[in-house]
């Protein structure tokens, strides 16, 4: 019998992409076969996400501070379910990636995954070079892009979410935390590679690359992501 399944998006002034994204999104459950409940998490947002959300069909919970991991967490507490997904808001991931990811976890054998990240237009400067960096670094170390992760809903408790207590690389703490929960249990950590999950390229665009380089370096210093201020490309701009 198929297992409880909630998707969670958080968003932060997303009512532009939002409808594309859920369109998408309901188009490939319905392809793969799977029931899901949607939960969109307004992280505080000053434009209509709340609004296009219900529009497009999914449960809105609101959560005041601006923070990627709260707003992750709090739609997981809103959502329920077995199974967990999370997704961003300009993520479009197609049904055969929702379908491998769901089987997954089903299989007893999986405790959480992702899957690997391209750009729905090309990557351009100092973004080229990140992009072809994580997918290595996923591949190599199993890692998840906070653009989709999946995992166990006891999993998820168990390590406690998402660490509230950084900024940005939260789904790294997130996805180590997973592999030592799974390990202890004979499960492990699912990369699909196959076809990827297609993401915007927008802050290539927004940004310049001596910025993203900058963000890049934030990342490489785990203690610096505790502080807002210095990650701003994941707050600012929108």
Sequence with gaps: MPRPV?????????EALLPRTLTHLQASLREAGIGARIVVTDNNSTDGTAEVAKRFGAEVVFEPINQIARARNAG??????????????????????????VDALESGEVCAGGALVRGETPFTGFSVF????????????????????????DAFEAVGGFDESVYAGEEV???????????ERGMRFRLIEDPPIRTSSRK????G???????????LLPAATRFRRLCWVWYQGR
């Excluded at 998707?7 to 997303?14: G, Q, R, S």
């Excluded at 199974?83 to 300009?90: Q, R, V």
């Excluded at 703490?173 to 390990?183: I, S, V, Y």
């Design 173 to 183: 703490w997130f996805a180590l935390r997973l592999k030592e929960w799974g390990k």
């Design 76 to 101: 997981a507490a809103q959502a329920g379910g077995e199974f967990l997904i999370f997704i961003d808001a300009d993520t479009l991931v197609p049904s055969a990636t929702l379908r491998q990811a």
């Design 204 to 207: 290539a665009v927004m940004f």
């Design 209 to 219: 690359s001596w910025q993203l380089f900058f963000q890049f370096l934030i990342v």
């Design 130 to 153: 990140l992009v072809a960096f994580w997918t290595w670094l996923s591949r190599t170390r199993q890692l998840a892009a906070g653009a989709f992760v999946f995992c166990r809903r």
């Design 6 to 14: 909630s998707i969670v998006i958080p968003a932060f002034n997303e």
